[in-house]
C-alpha cells in the first residue's frame, strides 16, 4: 500500500520484498491484517443521529423501552429514538400510544422500529397531527383500534405525516453527527460505504466534510428517489430530473460517487409492509404496501437509466419483486 493509502501491489512476501526492497516493515506478530470493509447498505446521517439518541435495540418490552428513554427526556422537546423491535415483545404484538403516555403525558414521543418502515407514536403527537390522521396515504397504514382511533403505529408512508413535523436538525448538528458516524464507522474497520439513499442536504455536507478533509471514508451514495417525484413545482423540482440536469458524481476528491437511485416499492417484513403475493401467516387480512405506484415506478426509474444512473430499488416480499423484475 503507498503513501495515499491505495494497493500498489499484490504478492507474496518474497515478491513484493524483492520488487520493493526499500518499504517499511510492520510486524504484526501474527496477527489477521484486513484490508478495509465496505459496507453495501448504509444510512450515514441516520447512524449519527441515533448516536445521540436513546438506544431501544434489543429492548424486551414496551416498559424498557421507557426506561431506556427516561434518561433522554426534555420538556418542550421532541423525544426521537430508534431501535424497537415488537418481535422482541412478549406478545409479540405492536405497541400503543398508551404505552408511551403514562411516562410522557405531554412531550411528543417518535420512535423509529428497527426497520425504519414503522414508528410508534404518544397520544401527544397524535393530537399535533390531527386531521391529517384522518384517511391512510397510499403506500402507507396507520392501525387503529375498531373504533377508528390511532393506535400510535405508523406503517411506512403514513410515517411521512409525522415526520413532516418533527423540528429539523440544523446543518451544524448534520455536520456534527456525520462526524459522529465516520467515526463510528471507523472504529470497525469500515473505510467505505454504500449509503442507500440521501437528500441534497445530506450530500452538500458530505462534500463540504470533503473539502475540510473531515471526510475519512469513501461513499458511494444513492439519491433518494421517491413517490413525490411524480409533483412538480416552482419550489420542487424531482429529483431525476435535478440530477438528470447535474449529471453523475464520479469520485469527487477521491472520497465521493453519486451514480445511482434509490426508489422504493414496497416495506419490510418485520412492520408487515413487505408486499406478497399471499397473506402474512399471522396478519390474515394482510398483503403488505406497496410504496409506488407499479407504473409510476416504471416511469420514474426509465428515466433514470436514460440519464446514466443506476436504479437500485428496495423489494422485500415476493409480489414486490415480482413487480419490479416485471
Not at 426534555?74 to 430508534?82: E, I, M, Q
Not at 414503522?118 to 397504514?141: C, F, H, Q, R
Not at 446543518?171 to 467515526?183: G, P, S, T, V, Y
Request: proline share 5%.
Amino acid at each position: 500500500v503507498d503513501i495515499n493509502g491505495k494497493f500498489a501491489a499484490v504478492g507474496t512476501n518474497e515478491e513484493i520484498l524483492k520488487n520493493y526492497p526499500y518499504l517499511k516493515k510492520i510486524n504484526a506478530n501474527g496477527k489477521f491484517v484486513y484490508p478495509g470493509f465496505i459496507d453495501s447498505h448504509t444510512h450515514l446521517m441516520n447512524l449519527g443521529i441515533s448516536l445521540t439518541q436513546a438506544s431501544l435495540l434489543s429492548c424486551t418490552s414496551p416498559s424498557e423501552v421507557v426506561e431506556r428513554l427516561l434518561p433522554f427526556h426534555k420538556n418542550g422537546t421532541w423525544l426521537l429514538a430508534r431501535g424497537w423491535d415488537q418481535n422482541l415483545f412478549p406478545t409479540l404484538q405492536f405497541p400503543t400510544k398508551e404505552d408511551l403516555d403514562v411516562a410522557f403525558p405531554d412531550t411528543p414521543v417518535w420512535l423509529h422500529r428497527v426497520d425504519s418502515h414503522a414508528a410508534w407514536a404518544n397520544s401527544v403527537v397524535i393530537k399535533i397531527a390531527g386531521d391529517a390522521l384522518n384517511k391512510n396515504p397510499y403506500g402507507g397504514e396507520i392501525i387503529r383500534y375498531s373504533n377508528g382511533e390511532p393506535t400510535g403505529i405508523f406503517i411506512d408512508k403514513a410515517m411521512d405525516i409525522i415526520n413532516a413535523l418533527v423540528p429539523p436538525i440544523t446543518k451544524d448538528e448534520m455536520h456534527e453527527r456525520m462526524q459522529l458516524a465516520i467515526n463510528e464507522c471507523k472504529k470497525y474497520g469500515l473505510t467505505s460505504v454504500h449509503d442507500a439513499g440521501n437528500d441534497d442536504m445530506v450530500i452538500q455536507v458530505m462534500k463540504e466534510a470533503i473539502d475540510k478533509n473531515k471526510f475519512d471514508i469513501r461513499a458511494y451514495v444513492m439519491i433518494m428517489s421517491t413517490v413525490s417525484d411524480s409533483i412538480s413545482s416552482e419550489d420542487m423540482e424531482p429529483e431525476h430530473i435535478k440530477w438528470c440536469k447535474r449529471g453523475k458524481m464520479m469520485n469527487y476528491r477521491d472520497k465521493l460517487t453519486i451514480r445511482s437511485a434509490k426508489m422504493f416499492m414496497d416495506g419490510a417484513l418485520g412492520s408487515r409492509g413487505a408486499a406478497l403475493l399471499q397473506p402474512y401467516s399471522d396478519d390474515s387480512n394482510n398483503t403488505g404496501l406497496l410504496l409506488t405506484q407499479p407504473d409510476l415506478y416504471y416511469s420514474i426509474a426509465r428515466e433514470w437509466v436514460k440519464c446514466g444512473f443506476q436504479v437500485n430499488t428496495h423489494a422485500i416480499g415476493d409480489r414486490g419483486n415480482r413487480i419490479v423484475l416485471d
